[in-house]
């Protein structure tokens, strides 16, 4: 099914009545030629030569072709089927228009191919209207191209109203779901750039300031249009008990919020699917098979507002309600919360005048009030005035000086710090502590020769315990056979030295010779 197609207004404009005369046929190029030759000749003030005589470039010849060509033919319509299509790197489209009895080539630049509402290919009938023109460099007649639609609307109409058909027979169209009275989140499917959305942000600012708007980018023309939309109801379906959603894009009815922030939003309670007005190709994206199958599997209701009053889609036949255009729409979403307000309006009005009356009754009771009485209380409020002054100054006083007291314990501790790292007071503790270490140096020095010398000194006192000069000195003595040599035996028994024998006593002092008288 093609995806665009040409409106009605195009085909009346082309289309050609049966009761009108075939128009005259128009003066060949070779006529127009003879023709301005002709009128050359018979200027007085423009001296040429002969017809036979005069003699072209192939540069002037074809500008020349082409000035008369460009003029007489200006505008013209023609129709045939696509050929040899080459889109350029440049955006410009370069193919051939044929049908059974000739081809002439098309150049449809950049500009214009932005603009179809449609994907051209080789064997596609459309209707071209341009204007003749030559291609100097090839010497080709070409058509340059200024709009190019598809043919073919009976047919595209016919599958429309079948398809139709078929989704009412299956029962795609009973959907009847109540709309929310009072909806707190409006999911809306449609286009950024178009005047749908403006007009239902419009509506809803001005009916129901709190209700938010989250928005679904969408095509609502050309080929990704069906795609694009029935994506849009599926999300809002899938999304639609979730308090907090992050879409493609939010838009508040107050203020704009930053897209790339969560939107917290109460759970969405109706999908709105919206297009402004157009021509029949342009909302044919509405009369696609997806886009009614996802609107009867939504699962919250659906509404739409697509085109004008007169204007109907197979989308607006599956939805739960359709309105006329999407103004109409937000209107009726808004419906209860609008009546509400003018309720809340009344009764704004009858509070506005019950407060006044007030007012009044109290003015009375002011004027009845004395002299004597005014001045009381206003000396009363006066001094209470005052007292709560003097409090107000006791408490900055205090505040004051709790504050002065802790900078100045805080300027304390900073000089202390301060004090701390002065330069004398390190050189003193450098100096102190460079003392105690050289002392400690000498004493690590010093300590191995005290330790041995210590040790030396309890040998030495060990030995000297130990030594027989110390049992001699306490009145002992070693006595010896003969002269007392070291080759001498020790005496230790008295049967060892017999009478007449000679011994040699060892005092402490001196040793004595004696001669054994005895033994006993």
């Not at 899938?238 to 939107?263: D, G």
Request: with cysteine; hydrophobic share 40%; aromatic share 4%.
């Amino acid at each position: 099914m093609p995806d665009d197609i040409p409106s009605l207004a195009d085909l009346r404009r082309t289309r050609t009545p049966a009761a009108r005369k075939t128009p005259p046929t128009a003066p060949s190029l070779f006529d127009d030629i003879l023709a301005e030759q002709s009128r050359a000749l018979t200027t007085p003030s423009t001296p040429t030569l002969p017809p036979t005589a005069q003699v072209f470039t192939v540069g002037e010849l074809l500008r020349r072709v082409r000035s008369l060509v460009e003029r007489a033919h200006n505008h013209v319509t023609v129709e045939g089927e696509i050929s040899n299509w080459r889109p350029a790197a440049s955006g410009h489209c370069y193919f051939t228009l044929k049908d059974a009895e000739a081809q002439l080539s098309i150049v449809l630049f950049r500009r214009q191919a932005q603009l179809l509402r449609f994907r051209p290919k080789d064997g596609d009938a459309v209707r071209i209207s341009g204007s003749l023109s030559v291609y100097e460099s090839r010497g080709q007649l070409q058509l340059v191209a200024e709009t190019m639609q598809q043919t073919g609307l009976g047919a595209l109409l016919a599958a429309t109203q079948a398809l139709k058909d078929r989704l009412r027979r299956e029962g795609l169209f009973e959907n009847q779901r109540p709309l929310p009275p009072f909806p707190r989140c409006i999911g809306v499917v449609t286009s950024l750039q178009g005047a749908a959305l403006r007009d239902i942000i419009k509506v809803c600012r001005r009916r129901h300031a709190a209700v938010n708007l989250l928005i679904y980018p969408a095509a609502v023309q050309g080929p990704n249009c069906p795609a694009e939309v029935a994506a849009g109801i599926n999300w809002f379906s899938q999304h639609a008990q979730q308090s907090t959603v992050q879409p493609k894009k939010s838009i508040p009815s107050k203020k704009k919020v930053h897209p790339k922030k969560a939107v917290p939003l109460h759970a969405i309670d109706v999908v709105l699917v919206a297009r402004g007005g157009g021509s029949w190709e342009d909302l044919h994206g509405f009369d696609a098979e997806i886009v009614a199958r996802a609107i009867a599997a939504c699962s919250i209701p659906v509404i739409t507002g697509i085109g004008h009053a007169t204007d109907t889609t197979i989308a607006d036949a599956a939805a739960d309600l359709s309105a006329p255009t999407p103004s109409a729409a937000a209107e009726l979403l808004t419906a209860a919360q609008h009546n509400l307000a003018d309720r809340l309006a009344r009764l704004h009005s009858r509070l506005t005048r019950a407060s006044s009356y007030n007012l009044l009754r109290l003015h009375q009771r002011l004027s009845a009030l004395t002299a004597d009485s005014i001045l009381r209380r206003a000396r009363n409020l006066l001094e209470r005035r005052s007292q709560h002054l003097d409090e107000l100054t006791y408490r900055a006083e205090t505040a004051l000086n709790r504050s002065l007291r802790s900078h100045n314990t805080r300027l304390l501790q900073l000089e202390t710090r301060l004090r701390r790292q002065h330069v004398s007071l390190r050189l003193a503790n450098d100096r102190h502590r460079f003392q105690s270490l050289q002392q400690r140096l000498h004493a690590a020095r010093n300590l191995p020769f005290l330790a041995a010398k210590t040790r030396l000194n309890h040998a030495t006192s060990k030995l000297e315990a130990l030594s027989p000069l110390r049992v001699l000195e306490r009145g002992y003595a070693l006595v010896y056979l003969n002269e007392g040599t070291p080759t001498d035996p020790l005496l230790r028994n008295a049967t060892e030295a017999p009478p007449g024998t000679t011994i040699t006593a060892q005092l402490a002092k001196g040793r004595l010779r004696a001669k054994v008288t005895s033994n006993e």
